[in-house]
């Protein structure tokens, strides 16, 4: 089956800094999301993104499907933003999102 | 903003019995999903619903498993016979469609089987 793999899979950041989680997988997708899930469990979906780019605030993602990764952007890091990130994938002819392995990820004030 | 109830929050069971987790998917969403995650592992798919069949299952959603639409508004989740490999966090999904449409999740039924 299709392999979804995140990295880095561990990441501790400063409040203000930037940091940018790849999202790789081994197969043509029809559709990818990116999902935060906060410290109380929840999943929260915060892009839609196939193909191109997008942007919300202070988060953006890329997504070249030709080259099966996509990206996640977060600038300007809070609190607020720890939890961990996962990139969902759905193929082609499924009724089903895979998600990949996570990006555990920490802001420290 | 609407939102995928789900409900109950927490659910303890003893080994062998059955469960039914509940979920009130978004009113105007078509397709409806099962997920669960073991604590700290990923996220894992079990099934998809659509036209009051199943569109999609896994190889974790075998006979012990099941879904039912009950009626306008509700999506369940049965486990039959709990299993001590059953704990996890399950997760309810909704999307309008299945092409160029946002998943939106519950907050989950965290179930523990003792």
């Known amino acids: 089956g299709i392999q979804v793999e995140q990295s880095p899979p561990d990441l501790i950041l400063q409040e203000g800094a930037n940091s940018t989680l790849r999202c790789n997988f081994s197969?043509?997708?029809?559709?990818l999301q990116w999902f935060h899930q906060n410290p109380w469990g929840q999943l929260i979906n915060l892009f839609y993104?196939?193909?191109g780019t997008k942007q919300n605030g202070r988060l953006s993602a890329t997504t070249v499907a030709t080259e099966r990764y996509s990206l996640l952007y977060i600038s300007s890091s809070q609190t607020t933003d720890s939890g961990v990130y996962f990139c969902?994938?759905?193929?082609?002819?499924?009724?089903?999102?895979?998600f990949g392995t996570g990006t555990r990820l920490k802001v420290l004030a | 903003e609407p939102e995928v109830t789900q409900t109950p929050s927490h659910q303890v069971t003893q080994m062998g019995q059955e469960v039914i987790l509940r979920c009130v998917p978004i009113?105007?969403?078509?397709?409806f999903y099962w997920y669960r995650q073991i604590l700290g592992q990923k996220v894992e798919f079990l099934v998809s619903?659509?036209?009051?069949?199943?569109?999609?299952k896994s190889e974790i959603f075998d006979d012990q498993f099941s879904v039912e639409r009950p009626d306008g508004s509700n999506f369940t989740l049965k486990i039959r016979s709990t299993k001590l490999e059953d704990s996890a966090m399950y997760f309810c999904?909704?999307?309008?469609?299945?092409?160029?449409?946002?998943?939106?999740f519950g907050s989950g039924t965290q179930l523990s089987v003792l």
């Open positions: 999904a909704s999307s309008v469609g299945t092409r160029g449409e946002k998943l939106f």
């Open positions: 197969d043509s997708v029809n559709n």
């Open positions: 993104i196939p193909s």
């Open positions: 969902a994938v759905e193929l082609s002819g499924t009724y089903k999102y895979i």
């Open positions: 009113s105007n969403h078509l397709y």
């Open positions: 619903f659509y036209n009051n069949e199943i569109s999609e």
